[in-house]
């Protein structure tokens, strides 16, 4: 709980900061508490995920952007009440659904009953991986897996493409003054 | 004793994270942040403890290269303005 108030309170921060590189710093901060936070939740592997795509490698992409861009936020032009209301209707139907949910961490709500029994009884014999998750992952839903791993190969290969054009159009540029 | 210590080290981060809201200049803002990263190895470390699950401190080791790796990339930033900043260019040139 201490550390949800934590993050409220970083949230709050990165919204009203306006130097964009103390946002970037705070980012990195919210990664840090999120994965402490996820550890606690005994969610190792997400945990490390987050702090290793959250803390480590976008505070350098962003950092990169800065490079490029202007490092101050603009103040707005005119306060426009209208997102808010938007925002706090839906903030409060979303909150309105999750009180119809099982409470947290039950194990015998319906999620848990569907094909995750014969996860955890399986596994072993009918994958021989010792740790479940990974099992689950890398053998009973292999394909979603593999999907999701063209997507990003893909996205890889996009952005590979799109440094070289730039460096080659350096180069030329270069060549061009000396 | 570890819930103590649990207590102490939250305390500790909500000090730190005060620092790196209110912190006029940038620098504040990146000790702090590398404060925080450290406190979480440490939180990582004793929650572990807590849970009788001392296998977490790999964990921490694994925070402790990023943590290490964030900050570095944020000092470059600053004292070079650039990233891919390279230090024989700079003797050509």
């Given at each position: 709980?201490?550390?949800?108030?934590?993050?409220?309170?970083?949230?709050?921060?990165?919204?009203?900061?306006?130097?964009?590189?103390?946002?970037?710093?705070?980012?990195?901060?919210?990664?840090f508490?999120?994965?402490?936070l996820?550890?606690?939740?005994?969610?190792?592997?997400?945990?490390?995920?987050?702090?290793?795509?959250?803390?480590?490698?976008?505070?350098?992409?962003?950092?990169?952007?800065?490079?490029?861009?202007?490092?101050?936020?603009?103040?707005?032009?005119?306060?426009?009440?209208?997102?808010?209301?938007?925002?706090?209707?839906v903030?409060?139907?979303?909150v309105?659904?999750?009180?119809?949910?099982?409470?947290?961490?039950?194990?015998?709500?319906?999620?848990?009953?569907?094909?995750?029994?014969?996860?955890?009884?399986?596994s072993?014999?009918?994958?021989?991986?010792?740790?479940?998750?990974?099992s689950?992952?890398?053998?009973?839903r292999?394909?979603?897996?593999?999907?999701?791993?063209?997507?990003?190969?893909?996205?890889?290969?996009?952005?590979?493409?799109?440094?070289?054009?730039?460096?080659?159009?350096?180069?030329?540029?270069?060549?061009?003054?000396? | 004793?570890f819930?103590?210590?649990?207590?102490?080290?939250?305390?500790?981060?909500?000090?730190?994270?005060?620092?790196?809201?209110?912190?006029?200049?940038?620098?504040?803002?990146?000790?702090?942040?590398?404060?925080?990263?450290?406190?979480?190895?440490?939180?990582?470390?004793?929650?572990g403890?807590?849970?009788?699950?001392?296998?977490?401190?790999d964990?921490?080791?694994?925070?402790?290269?990023?943590?290490?790796?964030?900050?570095?990339?944020?000092?470059?930033?600053?004292?070079?303005?650039?990233?891919?900043?390279?230090?024989?260019?700079?003797?050509?040139?």
């Amino acid at each position: 709980m201490a550390l949800l108030t934590l993050l409220a309170a970083v949230t709050v921060a990165i919204v009203r900061q306006r130097s964009l590189f103390g946002v970037v710093v705070l980012a990195g901060i919210y990664s840090f508490l999120m994965a402490t936070l996820l550890i606690a939740l005994d969610a190792v592997d997400v945990a490390m995920t987050e702090a290793s795509v959250g803390a480590g490698i976008s505070t350098v992409l962003l950092l990169a952007t800065l490079h490029l861009t202007k490092t101050t936020e603009m103040s707005p032009i005119n306060r426009n009440w209208l997102p808010l209301l938007v925002v706090l209707i839906v903030g409060a139907a979303v909150v309105w659904g999750t009180l119809s949910l099982p409470p947290f961490g039950v194990a015998d709500s319906v999620v848990h009953q569907h094909v995750a029994p014969r996860y955890l009884a399986q596994s072993i014999v009918e994958t021989g991986v010792p740790n479940v998750v990974t099992s689950v992952l890398a053998d009973y839903r292999s394909y979603d897996t593999l999907g999701e791993t063209t997507v990003i190969f893909t996205a890889g290969i996009g952005v590979l493409l799109l440094l070289r054009g730039l460096r080659r159009r350096d180069d030329i540029g270069g060549g061009g003054e000396s | 004793m570890f819930v103590v210590a649990t207590a102490a080290v939250l305390i500790t981060i909500a000090l730190a994270l005060t620092r790196a809201i209110l912190g006029p200049t940038v620098f504040d803002r990146v000790l702090a942040g590398n404060t925080i990263g450290s406190l979480a190895i440490l939180l990582l470390a004793v929650v572990g403890f807590l849970t009788g699950r001392p296998e977490f401190l790999d964990i921490g080791l694994t925070y402790g290269l990023l943590n290490l790796i964030g900050t570095l990339a944020v000092l470059k930033f600053f004292r070079h303005g650039d990233l891919a900043y390279d230090v024989e260019e700079e003797h050509k040139s």
